[in-house]
Structures are given as structure tokens and as C-alpha cells.
């Protein structure tokens, strides 16, 4: 019969890690949960125990501890995925980015801001690279960008005869 897992002694950096994920209101959840167990464990908690205060499934809760056990803090990470490679370089990725970043009023576009059909549209044109909207919207939102929603009705007015062609507003 097997006994029961046991934690090892956590390093000074490892338990400062730790303790920061483990009550982080800004990490991925996951990590947060995945750190709350190792924590747990830490303090001598038994695997029943961590299972009960983390309401995680049992399963879960062994496969991070002996993660964590066997690779330290890079166990707590998720682990490569396994599927198909990226049909887009790494330099076309960093030139949608590098777009992103720079205003378009600078790369004398007639606007000062990036709406996503308009980065859209300088990438495949003006940039000539072939890429997928949905792939462009994944790598702004993996970067943490936002961009603003199409204006259509507030602004200046792009034609200055517009109140002479509109007529009075009332009969």
C-alpha cells in the first residue's frame, strides 16, 4: 500500500511565490487554484483536506502536487498543447503588433485612432500580410490591446457644405 503524499520543503523563492499566486487578485485563476493547493500542502495538509477547503476534484488536486513535486514552479504552468503550428511567423505577428502600437496619424492614415476593421484593413493591404481577422483580434487580445469602436455619427463632419445640402432642420 502507498503511503500518504508529502510535501517537500518549499525553497524561500518557491514559498515567496507560493503565498504571492495563491492570493493573487489579478493572476489566471487557475494558477491562483493550482497555488492555493501547493500552499495547502505546504502547511501539512493532507490530500482529503486540500479537497474539502479547495472544493477542487480529487483528480486535480494529485495531478498538481506531484507536478509541482516533480518540475517546481514551471509545474504550475500549463503545458505545451499539442495540435497543428502556427501558419503565421513571428515576424508577421510582431508587425500586426507593431501597427497596433503606432497611430495611424503617423503612418499618415487620416485618423488618430486604430478601430479593428481599420487595422484589419492596413494589415492586409497596406502591410501585405494574409491573416486571418479572428488571428489578428486573438493576437491583440493575447497582448492585452483594446482598440476603439467605429464613430459612426459623432465627430467633425467631413464635408464642411454638409448643413447647406441637409437643409433646415425644420420645415
Known sequence: MRGPLRMRELTDEENRVIRKLAHSQTAAMRLVARARIIELASQDKTIPEIIEQTGNAPGMVRKWFKRFLKLGLGGLEDAARSGAPSRYTPEAKAQVLHAARTRP??????????????????VHEQLGVRMKKTRIFEILQDEGLRWRH???WF????????AQKRGPSKP
Open 105 to 122: 496619424s503617423d503612418l499618415g492614415l487620416p485618423y488618430a485612432s486604430w478601430t479593428f476593421e481599420r487595422l484589419a484593413t492596413y
Open 150 to 152: 467605429q464613430e459612426t
Open 155 to 162: 465627430g467633425e463632419r467631413l464635408d464642411p457644405e454638409f
